[in-house]
T-cell receptor, first 114, second 113 residues
Framework: DTEVTQTPKHLVMGMTNKKSLKCEQH?????MYWYKQKAKKPPELMFV???????INESVPSRFSPECPNSSLLNLHLHALQPEDSALYLC?????????????FGPGTRLTVL | GENVEQHPSTLSVQEGDSAVIKCTYS??????FPWYKQELGKRPQLIID?????GEKKDQRIAVTLNKTAKHFSLHITETQPEDSAVYFC????????????FGPGTRLSVLP
């Protein structure tokens, strides 16, 4: 399996809802990432997990809560979001370790907050 | 922190012509420079990358050049085809572990038949 998968593809939620985004990879990668991408903009890094530990948190509001249950799975828990949080949420993975390597992206979850 | 600029923001070429997109970066510690292609509604996909110890890399119709002294790198696409139409993002990473990718703002390439 050489792909990063994400579920759901689309999500519509109200500002009081709690939902979760899921990302999975079976490439043996040990680094996983969450990005946010607004329309016509580049991906913006939110969180990085390296060997299941949070290594980078780019000052993301606490209404976004990441979780890495194991080396293949990455979740993003959403609570009390704002309409401006509507965006494409991309997951990515890379081998991890001591050298720079390529990040492979999932297809994304398109989130709409009403 | 690292800052990546990308030019042009839009580029239209005739099918068969070449296209060149240029990126500049600010952090001299950056050591890895990937290029991603993103078609409408799809995921970013790596098309080519280059490391700081290499000046040029080619893969069929695509090439990337790196000038570390000037802190810029460029994507070259030859014999463009309509399916090359997409948004192209460059990125740089100053992080030794290659985790903190900083993307350029993107170039929308249109290849006209």
């Amino acid at each position: 399996d050489t792909e990063v998968t994400q579920t759901p593809k689309h999500l519509v939620m109200g500002m009081t809802n709690k939902k979760s985004l899921k990302c999975e990879q079976h490439m043996g990668h040990r680094a996983m990432y969450w990005y946010k991408q607004k329309a016509k903009k580049p991906p913006e890094l939110m969180f990085v997990y390296s060997y299941e530990k949070l290594s980078i948190n780019e000052s993301v509001p606490s209404r976004f809560s990441p979780e890495c249950p194991n080396s293949s799975l990455l979740n993003l828990h959403l609570h009390a979001l704002q309409p401006e949080d509507s965006a494409l949420y991309l997951c990515a993975s890379s081998q991890g370790g001591l050298t720079t390597d390529t990040q492979y992206f999932g297809p994304g979850t398109r989130l709409t907050v009403l | 922190g690292e800052n990546v600029e990308q030019h042009p923001s839009t580029l239209s070429v005739q099918e068969g012509d070449s296209a060149v997109i240029k990126c500049t970066y600010s952090d001299s510690a950056s050591n890895y420079f990937p290029w991603y292609k993103q078609e409408l509604g799809k995921r970013p996909q790596l098309i080519i990358d280059i490391r700081s110890n290499v000046g040029e890399k080619k893969d069929q119709r695509i090439a990337v050049t790196l000038n570390k002294t000037a802190k810029h790198f460029s994507l070259h696409i030859t014999e463009t085809q309509p399916e090359d139409s997409a948004v192209y993002f460059c990125a740089a990473t100053p992080d030794n572990y290659g985790q903190n990718f900083v993307f350029g703002p993107g170039t929308r390439l249109s290849v006209l038949p």
